[in-house]
C-alpha cells in the first residue's frame, strides 16, 4: 500500500500490513457509524474516530487515502442506510433505481468525513497530535461544504448533552471541536498505558485532555444554570397532536384528538398541528368563519378546509398559502399559520429552506433531466422573512420540516426575539422509524445553540419536546397517533453563539492556513 509517512519525520502510526491496515479502516468504520444507529452509544463513535488518526497520522498518498475514503462510504452507507429506500420513494420507482442516486449523495457525505483524516495524515506525524488537525479540517467542513442529509460529528454525542453545551458559546461546530478533543483524550490515555509513540507528552495532546475536562465541567456548570433559568420562566402550555393528515380521515383525526386534549378540563395555551395538516389558501384570506369565503379562496389539496370550527385556543398548523389566481398561482409557499380563537388568521410564516428532492430539485437549473426522475408535484417557492408569530406571551419561531436541521434558521429567529422554537414536521413518506430519529437527532442541538425550548410536532414522529440544554423532556412512539401536553418555558436573551455568528470556524479557518504555512516551511 502506497502510505507513505510525511517526509522527513517518522510516522509513529502502526505500521500494519496493507491487507490488515485496510482491515482496520474498515472495521472503525462500523465504530463511526454505531451512534447514528443506536445513539445512547456515544463511545463508540469516539474509538472508531480514534482509531482512524491512529492509523492515518503520518500517512498519505493515493492508496493511503483511497481507504480512508473506502472506509468512510462504509461509515455513511450505514448510519444513513435508508437513503436509497427514500430517494426511490421520492422518485417514485424501486429502491435500486433509488440506490443508483443515492451513490453520489453517499460519495460527497463520505469526503466530507475523510477530509479531516486526509488533514491529519499531511499535517501530523504523531497520532497524539493528529486530532487537532483533524478537528480545525472537520469544523471548516461542517460550515462550508453542504449537505442533503447536514449531519455533523457533534450530533453523535447528543444523547450524553453535557459534551455539546459548547454550542451555545461558539455555535454548532463548537461541539465537533470538542469531539476531536475528546477522541485526542483517548489517543493519550493509551498511549500513557502502553508507552507508544514513545517520548514526552506533546503539548497538543496536554491540550486536548485540558479541553476534555474542561468542556465536561462548563458542560455541567451550564445545564444548572439552564434548568434555573427555565424553572423562573414563565410558560405555555401546549398540546402536541401526533396524526397523519393524508391518511384517510387524518384532518378528523386531528380534530378529534384536538377535542379529547382540549375537553380535558386543564387549559390549554395552544394547539400544535404537523406540516401539510391545512389547506392550501390565497394569501390575504384573514378568516376561516365563512366556509363559503374559504371555499373560494382556496384551492386543492383540501381546497375548502376549515381546520377547527370554533376553536377554544389558538392552532398553529401547518399549510400552504398561494399568491395569484387560484389554477394557475405566481408562487406558492409551505407556511406556519396560527388561528385564533375567533377562527382569524392571526400569524402566517413562509418556509425559507426547502428539502432537497421533496420540495425543489438541486442542480435542476443545470441539468434539467433531473426534474425527470425527481417529479416534485408542487415546486414551492421559498420565504425571504424570519417571521416570528405572537400568541399571548409566546414568541413562536417556527421551522418547518427540513429547517430544524438548518442551524441558521433557528438563529434568525431567535435574533427577531423569538422565545420559543415550535418545528412543524410531515415526514409520513420516511417509513423507516431509523430516519424520524436522526431527524429528530440534527435538529436537537438547536435548542442548545439558542437556549430555547424546541417543540416538535410530527405527523408520524418524532413529536416531543427538547429542552434548552438539549434534553428530550417528553415524547410520542414514532407511527402513533396521539396528543402530548407539556409546559413549555419562555426563554429570552442570546447565546454567545447567536451573536458570534460564524467567528468560530472562521478562527479554525485561519488556523488551518497557518498550520499549512508552518508545514511548508517545515518540508523546506
Known amino acids: 500500500m502506497e502510505g507513505h509517512p510525511v517526509a522527513g519525520r517518522a510516522s509513529a502510526s502502526p505500521q500494519l500490513r496493507p491487507v490488515a491496515w485496510l482491515a482496520a479502516i474498515l472495521a472503525a468504520a462500523g465504530l463511526v457509524a454505531v451512534p447514528w444507529l443506536w445513539q445512547a452509544c456515544v463511545p463508540a463513535g469516539w474509538i472508531g474516530i480514534a482509531v482512524w488518526l491512529v492509523l492515518v497520522a503520518g500517512r498519505q498518498g493515493w492508496r493511503a487515502e483511497a481507504s480512508v475514503l473506502a472506509g468512510s462510504v462504509v461509515a455513511i452507507g450505514l448510519a444513513f442506510h435508508w437513503t436509497p429506500e427514500a430517494l426511490g420513494d421520492a422518485m417514485r420507482s424501486s429502491t435500486l433505481v433509488g440506490f443508483v442516486f443515492a ?17 491529519a495524515g499531511r499535517l501530523a506525524s504523531d497520532p497524539r497530535t493528529a486530532w487537532l488537525s483533524a478537528a480545525i479540517v472537520a469544523v471548516v467542513v461542517e460550515r462550508l461544504m453542504p ?6 460529528f457533534a450530533y453523535s454525542q447528543l444523547a450524553w448533552p453535557v459534551v455539546a453545551q459548547s454550542a451555545a458559546v461558539v455555535g454548532p461546530e463548537g461541539p465537533t471541536f470538542v469531539f476531536f478533543a475528546i477522541v485526542g483524550t483517548i489517543i493519550a490515555g493509551v498511549s500513557l498505558v502502553t508507552g507508544r509513540p514513545a517520548g514526552r507528552m506533546p503539548a497538543i495532546a496536554v491540550a486536548a485532555i485540558g479541553i476534555t475536562i474542561a468542556n465536561l465541567v462548563f458542560g455541567v456548570i451550564a445545564i444548572r444554570m439552564v434548568d434555573a433559568r427555565m424553572a423562573a420562566s414563565p ?28 375537553g380535558k378540563g386543564t387549559p390549554i395555551d395552544l394547539v400544535v398541528w404537523p406540516e401539510c395538516s391545512g389547506g392550501s ?26 381546520p377547527w370550527a370554533e376553536p377554544t385556543c389558538p392552532l398553529l398548523l401547518g399549510g400552504r398559502i398561494y399568491r395569484g389566481f387560484r389554477e394557475r398561482p405566481l408562487e406558492i409557499f409551505q407556511s406556519a399559520m396560527l388561528i385564533d380563537v375567533d377562527e382569524r388568521l ?3 410564516y413562509h418556509k425559507r429552506h426547502l428539502m432537497p428532492f421533496g420540495e425543489y430539485v438541486p442542480w435542476a437549473d443545470v441539468v ?3 426534474r425527470v426522475y425527481f417529479p416534485v408535484e408542487t415546486p414551492y417557492d421559498r420565504g425571504t422573512e424570519a417571521t416570528v408569530i405572537l400568541s399571548g406571551q409566546a414568541r413562536i419561531g417556527t421551522l418547518l420540516c427540513y429547517e430544524d436541521m438548518v442551524p441558521s434558521a433557528a438563529a434568525s429567529l431567535v435574533r427577531e426575539q423569538a422565545n420559543v422554537l415550535v418545528a412543524l414536521i410531515h415526514a409520513a413518506a420516511f417509513t423507516n422509524p431509523l430516519t424520524l430519529r436522526q431527524h429528530r437527532l440534527l435538529s436537537q442541538s438547536r435548542s442548545i445553540e439558542n437556549r430555547r425550548m424546541l417543540v416538535r410536532c ?14 428530550i423532556r417528553g415524547s410520542l412512539p414514532l407511527g402513533t397517533e396521539g396528543v402530548l401536553v407539556a409546559d413549555v ?21 485561519l488556523a488551518l492556513v497557518a498550520l499549512m504555512v508552518g508545514k511548508l516551511r517545515s518540508q523546506r
Open 103 to 119: 451513490i453520489p449523495i453517499i460519495l460527497w457525505d463520505a469526503c466530507r468525513l475523510a477530509l479531516p483524516f486526509w488533514a
Open 147 to 152: 449537505a442533503v442529509f447536514p449531519w455533523k
Open 235 to 262: 410558560t405555555i402550555r401546549m398540546a402536541l397532536v401526533q396524526a397523519d393528515p393524508d391518511e384517510d380521515r387524518g384532518i378528523d383525526t386531528l380534530r378529534r384528538l384536538t377535542r379529547e386534549a382540549c
Open 281 to 306: 389558501y390565497e394569501e390575504g384570506l384573514d378568516s376561516f368563519s365563512d366556509e363559503a369565503a374559504v371555499a373560494r379562496r382556496s384551492r386543492e389539496p383540501n381546497r375548502g378546509l376549515r
Open 346 to 348: 392571526a400569524g402566517v
Open 368 to 370: 434539467p433531466e433531473l
Open 458 to 471: 410530527g405527523s408520524t414522529g418524532e413529536t416531543c419536546v427538547i429542552d434548552a440544554a438539549g434534553r
Open 489 to 509: 418555558p419562555l426563554l429570552k436573551g442570546q447565546t454567545l453563539a447567536n451573536r458570534l455568528g460564524p467567528a468560530f470556524p472562521i478562527a479554525c479557518g
